[in-house]
């Protein structure tokens, strides 16, 4: 049997292929149909495969999360890099998504905001959470982007903040200094003492 396919190998392919070009309604029909069927099947196990699902999660859960563990550690790369490609693709669905979170459990937020209070104003202050704020004020408020040109050289004991060289990048800078170059034109003197002191950025 095996040989004689191989033999014909071409005059099957032909073959199929003028029946498929030849039946081509039938065969979308077919295909429709059967997508049609899945989908049903699916819609009316929903229930039953879910409790599936979570009835085996639960027998199997250190295999689980050792497989797992295994898995991320070997894929670490690749996972961040599917994660922030799946982000990107998915940006604006997820804003939507969590816009109506937020005002179908409006309730359930503050609650969670009462109860961890403490953590949250521990948090804001931190380094990573001021920096955080401050790239949420640049792109939301002010319409600006907020890209660290480079990482904080400057020592831990020194506050810092993130000017905008321009519209895109920031650069961090003491706070001292930064406040201190306020009022009228602070982007071009804060841009001309970060040449001065940490050399020419392509400020532009
Ligand atoms: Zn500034």
């Known amino acids: 049997m095996k040989?004689?396919?191989?033999?014909?190998?071409?005059?099957?392919?032909q073959s199929r292929k003028k029946y498929n070009q030849t039946h081509k309604v039938e065969i979308h029909q077919y295909y429709s149909k059967?997508?049609?069927?899945?989908?049903?099947?699916?819609q009316t196990h929903k229930t039953e495969k879910r409790e599936y699902a979570k009835k085996y999660q639960q027998e199997h859960r250190v295999e689980l999360q050792e497989y797992n563990k295994k898995y991320q550690q070997a894929h670490k790369t690749k996972?961040?890099?599917?994660?922030?490609?799946?982000?990107?693709?998915?940006?604006?669905?997820?804003h939507e998504q969590d816009k109506e979170y937020r005002q179908t459990h409006k309730v359930e937020i503050q609650k969670y905001r009462?109860?961890?209070?403490?953590e949250r104003q521990e948090y804001r202050q931190s380094e990573k959470g001021k920096l955080l704020n401050s790239k949420y004020i640049a792109k939301r408020k002010r319409n600006l982007g907020f890209i660290p040109l480079m990482s904080n050289p400057f020592p831990e004991e020194i506050q810092i903040d993130y000017h905008h060289i321009n519209n895109i990048f920031v650069v961090p800078i003491p706070r001292q200094?930064?406040?201190?170059?306020?009022?009228?034109?602070?982007?071009?003197?804060?841009?001309?003492w970060v040449e001065k002191i940490i050399g020419n950025v392509g400020v532009c």
Do not use: M
Not at 3 to 13: A, S
């Open 177 to 192: 200094v930064h406040r201190s170059i306020g009022g009228k034109n602070h982007r071009i003197k804060v841009n001309d």
């Open 34 to 42: 059967c997508k049609a069927e899945k989908r049903l099947w699916y």
């Open 79 to 94: 996972i961040t890099k599917q994660h922030r490609q799946y982000y990107q693709n998915h940006k604006a669905e997820r």
């Open 3 to 13: 040989k004689y396919r191989q033999e014909r190998k071409e005059e099957i392919k």
């Open 114 to 118: 009462q109860e961890h209070k403490k």
